[in-house]
């Protein structure tokens, strides 16, 4: 059973598609996954929709939402702003626990590629995230930057754009950024994205992207469950994201590098993919209920 839902977030509407499994019973409370789309994207399409359906199909309660900004939400369109997309998951959160058949003590965030990295972020500053999983994050914006512009030519691209943003945010005007300059998707991997995903963005987006580091606060998620998952040759977000993400954080952690798939992973229907991901689900965040008289 799916149900349109909205729920507020610093004074805004957040649109969101509320997953109940049909077996539910009265009065059983049930684990849940709040899903994070990607860079821009939304809950409508595109790798939300499918890990929303493949947890729904699971048996979680799952929530998944429009970040400010995106969608249906309310919000300056296309202002995607790190922090600002914790804030919302963190009032995703806060909607779950008033509901009288979600368990509050085990709602887990997953998120995909910038979700990944929000994902990480929030699970690592909010003890009420019971469990999280990254697929394809990161975790150094710096560093993810300078991976995906990797030419010299890419690269000095980029930063002319990082210099020319900066000096006229300091006047006072924000310049418009198309969607590719920021994070490069090959030609034959864009049709994975949403159907409405925005395709260009204030500058600020760029600057709070490359200034998030979820690398430098990951370690507070132990001792609860972190699952990384991430293609062993990712196209557009660098593998060594996750590896540095592993490095720096606590247990247990579990990292899985998967072969013959690319970025947008979940979207290409691997078994193995998904056997991973689920008995991950069964060792560190079953499908545990509680039934109260």
């Known amino acids: 059973m799916k149900l349109d839902i909205s729920f507020p977030s610093d004074g805004l509407s957040?649109?969101?598609?509320?997953?109940?499994?049909?077996?539910?019973?009265?009065?059983?409370?049930?684990?849940?996954?709040?899903?994070?789309h990607g860079f821009g994207s939304n809950k409508n399409g595109g790798i939300s929709k499918i890990?929303?359906?493949?947890?729904?199909?699971?048996?979680y309660t799952t929530l998944a939402f429009d970040m400010r900004g995106c969608g249906d939400s309310e919000g300056e369109r296309g202002r995607v702003i790190c922090l600002e997309q914790v804030r919302d998951t963190q009032h995703a959160v806060d909607y779950l626990r008033t509901r009288d058949d979600i368990d509050p003590d085990r709602i887990a965030v997953m998120g995909f590629s910038f979700g990944a990295a929000v994902s990480v972020y929030t699970a690592s500053v909010d003890p009420r995230v019971a469990a999280c999983i990254s697929v394809g994050g990161w975790g150094d914006g710096e560093k993810k930057f300078r991976l995906q512009h990797a030419s010299d030519a890419a690269w000095k691209k980029f930063s002319d754009m990082l210099s020319e943003g900066r000096r006229e945010l300091a006047k006072g005007h924000s310049i418009r950024v198309p969607r590719f300059d920021i994070v490069p998707v090959r030609d034959g991997m864009r049709t994975n994205l949403s159907g409405g995903?925005?395709?260009?963005?204030p500058f600020e987006v760029v600057d709070s992207m490359y200034n998030f580091r979820a690398i430098d606060v990951v370690h507070h998620i132990a001792p609860r469950p972190l699952l990384l998952l991430h293609p062993a040759?990712?196209?557009?977000?660098?593998?060594?994201q996750s590896l540095d993400l592993f490095q720096h954080a606590g247990q247990p952690t579990e990292l899985h590098l998967m072969a013959e798939v690319d970025h947008f992973m979940l979207g290409e229907h691997n078994p193995v993919v998904h056997a991973v991901l689920t008995s991950w689900l069964n060792k560190y965040f079953p499908l545990k209920t509680l039934v109260h008289a």
């Not at 969101?16 to 709040?34: N, S, T």
């Not at 995903?197 to 963005?201: H, K, L, T, V």
């Open 14 to 36: 957040l649109a969101a598609h509320l997953h109940i499994p049909e077996d539910i019973q009265p009065q059983e409370k049930r684990a849940a996954v709040v899903v994070l």
């Open 51 to 59: 890990a929303a359906e493949l947890f729904a199909r699971l048996g």
């Open 197 to 201: 995903s925005i395709m260009d963005f």
């Open 233 to 240: 040759n990712d196209t557009v977000t660098p593998t060594q």
